[in-house]
C-alpha cells in the first residue's frame, strides 16, 4: 500500500479535487460514528487493557501495570488460554461447513421451484431464533443433537489419530452440527443475492455450446461469486464469534465484573480475543483471496514490462546526459 | 432456462422441479425445527413446560401464557403499548439511518478517489473484528460524556455506524460496474445524483439484506437499555420481555418467556415477508451487467 501511495504523488486536478471533496462528504457521517463509538473507545479500552481499574467510592482508581493483565491470563487464568485454542479450531473447522452449505441452499432456492418464498423463508428465520434466549431452552430440549449421528463412534475414531485437544474441537463440530447449521441464514441469503445477479444469456451460452449444468456451476456459477464467498467466510468468523452464545463472550462479561480480575483484566481478554479472531480471518482470506484470470495476469505483465522499458529508456537518457557533460568539460579543459 | 418472466414461482408444478424439491425437503424440515418449537412452546400448558423428558410439541395448547404476560403487564407501572412504541420508533431510526450512512461510506469508498480511502477501510475491517462486550465500558463513559443518556439517542446513537453492514454493502457496490458510472457523468449527473440514482437501485438486494440484518440485531438488543439508559420510560420492549420473564424466574416465568419470545419474534417475521422480494429479481432493473 505504501508504495502505490508513493507512485501516486502527483498533485490533483481540479476534476479530482472534486471528487475527492465528494469522497469526504459521503464517508464523514460514517466516519464520525464509528470515530466517536468505535475507535475511542477502543483505544480506551486498549489502554484499560495495560492497567489495573478499580471502582471506588470516590471514582475510577486507575494504575498503570503494563502487560501485568496478558501474563496473568497466559500464566495463571485456567479457563481463558483453553477456550481460546479450542475457539480457534472450531471455528476454523465450521467456516467451510457453513460456507459450503449456505452455497448448496441458495444453489437449490435459485432454481425454479413451486413455494420458493416459504422455503427461503424457512432457512433464513433460525438466525433470528438462535440469536435470542430461546438457543437455551432449545438445546435443554435436546433439539441441536442428531441422535442418529452416532459422536461417540466418530470420537474414538478421531482420538486414535490425532492429538487430543484437535480430536476434541473436531467431535465438538459434529456434536454442534446442527447449530452451525442454524447460523447459516444470512449467509444464504447473500449468496442467493449474488446469483441473482449472475446474468442467465451466460448460462444460455454455455449451454448452445454443450455445457452441463455441472460444468456451468464450475467454469461459470463459481468464478462469478468468488467475491461473495470471501465475504461470506468473513462474515460468518465474525457473526460466530462475536455472537452472545459463545462462551468466551461470557468469560469476558464474568471477568468485567469480578472482583479479584476487573475491566482491566477483561479488556486484556478481548484484546487476545480479538487478535485470534484476525488470525482466523486472515487464514481465510489467504485461502479464498481472489487469484486473477489469465487475462489479468497478461495485463499486469505487458504494465511490468512497460514501466521497465521506460525505466530503461530513462537510465538511457540520463546516462546521455552525464557522457554530455563529461564530453563538454572535457572539451572546456581542452 | 426455459421458463421466462420475472415471477419468483413458475405457476405451474413442472416435473423438472421434482429433484430440487426432494434434494431441500429433508433440510427444510431439520431447519424448520426451531421454528416450530418456537411457536409450540408458547403454547404450552404448565404441565407440559415442564414435562420429563421434554416434549417437542404441545399436545394441548392454551393461551394461557400469553394472559398471564398481560396480566403481568398491566400490573406494572408504564403501560406494554409504551415498550412497543419505543422499540419501533428506536429500530426504525437505526435501520434508516445506518442503511443511509453506510450505502453512502460503501459509495465513497468503493467508487470515488480521495486521500486516506485505504486506511478508512482497514479501520472498518479491524472493527470488525472487535467485540461488543470489550467496548462496552469506554462507549458508556463517551455517552455520559456527550450527556445522551437517558434519552433515545443512547439507543440510537452507538448503532448507527455498523461495520458489517458497511462491509456487505461494500462488497456489493463494488460489483457494480464502473461503466455505468461514467456515463452518468458524462451525462452531466453530479456524484449525488450517481448515488440516488445508480448506486441505491442497483445494490437493492445488499440494502434490504443489510436492514434485515441490523433490524434484527437492533430489535433483540438488551445492551443499550441496560447500560445506558435509567428510565424505565425509555426502554424498549426486548428489555421489558427479558425482565418479565426473568424477575419472576420460578415456575411461572417460564411460561410468560416463552410467549414472550414468540411475540419478540413475530416482527422479525414480519420485517422478512416485506423484504425479501426485493432480494429477488433485481436483474429486471439493472440494466447492464
Redesign the interface.
Known amino acids: ?1 505504501s508504495k502505490k501511495a508513493k507512485v501516486k504523488k502527483v498533485k490533483l486536478g481540479k476534476l ?1 479535487k472534486r ?6 462528504l ?2 464523514l ?6 470515530l ?7 483505544v ?2 486498549f489502554q ?1 487493557s495495560l492497567a489495573d481499574i478499580r471502582m471506588t467510592p470516590f471514582g475510577r482508581l486507575i494504575t498503570f501495570v503494563g502487560h501485568e493483565n496478558y501474563t496473568q491470563i497466559w500464566l495463571e487464568d485456567k479457563d481463558f488460554p483453553v477456550m481460546l485454542v479450542s475457539y480457534f479450531l472450531e471455528t476454523l473447522l465450521s467456516v467451510p461447513i457453513i460456507v459450503v452449505f449456505a452455497l448448496i ?1 441458495a444453489m ?2 435459485n ?7 416459504a ?16 438457543m437455551l ?2 438445546t ?4 441441536t443433537t442428531i441422535n442418529t449421528m452416532n459422536v461417540q463412534a466418530i470420537n474414538s475414531a478421531l482420538n486414535q489419530f490425532l492429538p487430543q485437544y484437535i480430536a476434541k474441537s473436531i467431535s465438538e463440530v459434529f456434536g454442534n452440527m ?1 447449530t452451525i ?2 447460523y447459516s441464514g ?1 449467509q444464504i ?2 449468496f ?2 449474488a446469483l ?2 449472475i ?2 444469456s451466460l ?2 451460452a454455455a ?1 448452445m455450446d454443450g455445457g452441463s449444468e455441472w460444468e456451468c456451476f464450475w467454469k461459470i456459477t463459481l468464478p462469478t461469486i468468488k ?2 464467498i470471501l ?1 461470506n467466510a ?2 460468518t468468523v ?1 457473526a460466530t ?2 455472537n452472545e452464545s459463545n462462551p468466551i ?1 461470557n468469560i ?2 464474568n471477568a ?1 465484573f469480578a472482583g479479584n480480575k476487573g ?1 482491566g483484566y ?2 486484556a481478554m ?2 487476545m ?2 487478535v485470534a ?2 488470525l482466523i ?1 486472515g487464514i481465510v482470506a489467504l485461502v479464498l483471496v481472489t487469484k486473477r484470470d489469465a487475462y489479468d495476469k497478461q495485463v499486469k505483465k505487458v504494465k511490468k514490462d512497460r514501466v521497465k522499458q521506460n525505466r530503461a529508456i530513462k537510465r538511457a537518457r540520463r546516462r546521455g546526459r552525464r557522457n554530455d557533460g563529461k564530453i563538454k568539460k572535457a572539451l572546456n579543459s581542452k | ?1 426455459a ?1 421466462k418472466g420475472n415471477r ?3 405457476r405451474k ?2 416435473k ?2 421434482l429433484k ?2 426432494l ?2 425437503l429433508p ?2 424440515l ?6 416450530i ?2 411457536f409450540s ?1 408458547a403454547f404450552k400448558p404448565m404441565e407440559e413446560l415442564f414435562a420429563y423428558p ?1 416434549k ?1 410439541f404441545v399436545s394441548n395448547p392454551t393461551l394461557d401464557n400469553f394472559s398471564k404476560l398481560f396480566k403481568a403487564s398491566r400490573m406494572a407501572g408504564i403501560p406494554m403499548s409504551r415498550y412497543v412504541f419505543n422499540s419501533i420508533l428506536v429500530t426504525g431510526i437505526v435501520v434508516i439511518g445506518s442503511i443511509i ?2 450505502t ?2 460503501g ?3 468503493s467508487k ?4 486516506g ?2 486506511v ?1 477501510m482497514e ?2 475491517q ?14 458508556y ?2 455517552i455520559n460524556f ?1 450527556g445522551i443518556t437517558n434519552t433515545y439517542l443512547a439507543h440510537i ?2 448503532w ?2 455498523t ?2 453492514a ?3 454493502i461494500k ?2 457496490i ?2 457494480v460496474p464502473d461503466s455505468l458510472i461514467e456515463a452518468a457523468y458524462i451525462d452531466g449527473a ?3 445524483k450517481v ?1 440516488t440514482k445508480i448506486i441505491l437501485p442497483m445494490i437493492k ?2 440494502i ?2 443489510a436492514a ?2 441490523i433490524f ?2 437492533v430489535w ?1 438488543d438488551l445492551g443499550t437499555s441496560n447500560y445506558y439508559v435509567n428510565d424505565e420510560g425509555i426502554k424498549t420492549l426486548a428489555f421489558y420481555m ?1 425482565t418479565l ?1 426473568n424477575a419472576n424466574n420460578t415456575v411461572a416465568g417460564q411460561g410468560m ?2 410467549a414472550a ?1 414468540l411475540i ?2 413475530l416482527p ?2 414480519i420485517m ?2 416485506l423484504l ?1 422480494k426485493s ?5 429486471a432493473h ?1 440494466g447492464i ?1
Not at chain 1, 422455503?119 to 430461546?134: A, E, T
Not at chain 1, 435443554?140 to 433439539?143: C, L, M, S, V
Not at chain 2, 431439520?30 to 421454528?35: A, E, N, T
Not at chain 2, 479491524?126 to 470489550?134: E, I, P, R
Request: net charge positive; charged share 10%; no cysteine.
Open positions: 500500500m479530482e471528487e475527492a471533496r465528494y469522497g469526504y459521503f464517508i457521517p460514517w466516519f464520525i460514528g464509528v466517536v463509538f468505535l475507535l475511542i473507545p477502543l480506551q479500552s484499560f441452499i437449490l432456492l432454481g425454479r421451484i413451486k413455494f420458493k418464498g422455503f427461503r423463508l424457512i432457512f433464513f428465520l433460525p438466525v433470528i431464533i438462535v440469536s435470542g434466549p430461546v431452552m432449545l435443554g430440549q435436546g433439539a446442527v447449521l442454524w444470512v441469503l447473500i442467493l443475492s441473482q445477479k446474468d442467465a448460462y444460455e449451454k467475491s461473495m465475504l468473513v462474515y465474525i464469534s462475536n463472550i469476558i462479561q468485567m475491566y477483561a479488556s478481548a484484546w480475543y480479538s479472531e484476525t480471518i | 432456462m421458463y419468483i414461482n413458475p408444478f413442472e423438472g422441479q430440487i424439491v434434494a431441500i433440510l427444510v431439520f431447519m424448520g425445527l426451531p421454528i418449537f418456537i412452546h421434554p417437542f450512512l453506510s453512502a461510506a459509495f465513497a469508498l470515488l478517489k480521495f486521500k480511502k485505504f478508512l479501520i472498518n479491524g472493527a470488525l473484528m472487535f467485540v461488543a462486550v470489550a467496548v462496552m465500558i469506554p462507549r463513559l463517551t456527550l446513537l452507538p448507527l455506524a461495520p458489517v458497511l462491509f456487505l462488497q456489493f463494488d460489483q453530479g456524484d449525488f448515488y438486494p445488499a434490504a439484506t434485515i440484518l434484527q440485531q433483540v427479558n420473564a418467556a416463552a419470545s419478540m419474534f422479525n417475521l422478512f415477508i425479501q432480494i429477488m429479481n433485481t436483474m439493472s451487467k
